[in-house]
Every structure is written in structure tokens, then in C-alpha cells.
């Protein structure tokens, strides 16, 4: 059975950092793609980073690139989401994603409907 488990969430003030833990288990974790996307109330699920672990493609959304930080660990089953110089506007319910991913060329992939595996989420607040 495939598991994500999210953690690291918390309240956080603007300029300040945070660092998001997902913790997989129950498939070949090399295999398969992980990405981080996020929800705000009232707004859609938005891709915020993904990785395919097959072959280390990397993608960020624009508004994070150069504050947030991806980072995979394959032996211990780990991804990470390293968030710096954080803002109100990063407010939201983080979730990991993961989908099988070998021999794929759709990954990582910025639509979530193309993951079949979710964790739980795990919430982000930034204040003023």
C-alpha cells in the first residue's frame, strides 16, 4: 500500500522558513515521480515543485523558484520542500503527491490529476 505522510507544517512569520518532510512507503520510491502541490481556501490545488526520481528532472512554480528547495533522499524514503523567505501569499494546505514514473516522459508532471497517491496535507501560515 502506498503511503505519504506529510509533516513540518506550522505558523510561520513573513521572511522566515519552514521545511516540509514527506515520508513514503509501500513502493520502489526510485520509481516514481513526488511533487508538492498546494491549496488555499478558495483557490485550486497548485503544483509547487516535482521531481521524477528515475531521471532528476525538476520543476518549480515561478513565485518559489529561488525560496523554495526540492530535495529527495532515496535511502530513507524521504522528500523535502525547504521553504525560505516565506509570505503570506504561500498560506495554504501543502500536500505530497506521488506517481510511478520509469520510463515516463510525463513526469514530473504540474497537473495533479496525473498523481494517483496523496498524503494527507500538512498546513502552512505565513503572517504579515
Known amino acids: 500500500e502506498v503511503r505519504l505522510v506529510e509533516s513540518g507544517g506550522g505558523l510561520v512569520q513573513a521572511g522566515g522558513s519552514l521545511r516540509l518532510s514527506c515520508a513514503a512507503s509501500?513502493?520502489?520510491?526510485?520509481?516514481?515521480?513526488i511533487a508538492w502541490f498546494r491549496q488555499a481556501p478558495g483557490k485550486q490545488r497548485e503544483p509547487v515543485a516535482g521531481i521524477n526520481n528515475n531521471d532528476g528532472q525538476i520543476f518549480y512554480m515561478d513565485s518559489v523558484e529561488g525560496r523554495f528547495t526540492l530535495s529527495v533522499d532515496n535511502v530513507k524514503n524521504m522528500a523535502y520542500l525547504q521553504m525560505n523567505r516565506l509570505e503570506p501569499e504561500d498560506t495554504a494546505v501543502y500536500y505530497c503527491a506521488a506517481n510511478f514514473a520509469r520510463g515516463s516522459a510525463w513526469y514530473p508532471n504540474r497537473r495533479y490529476e496525473l498523481y494517483d497517491n496523496w498524503g494527507q496535507g500538512t498546513q502552512v501560515t505565513v503572517s504579515p
Open positions: 509501500g513502493f520502489t520510491f526510485d520509481d516514481y515521480a
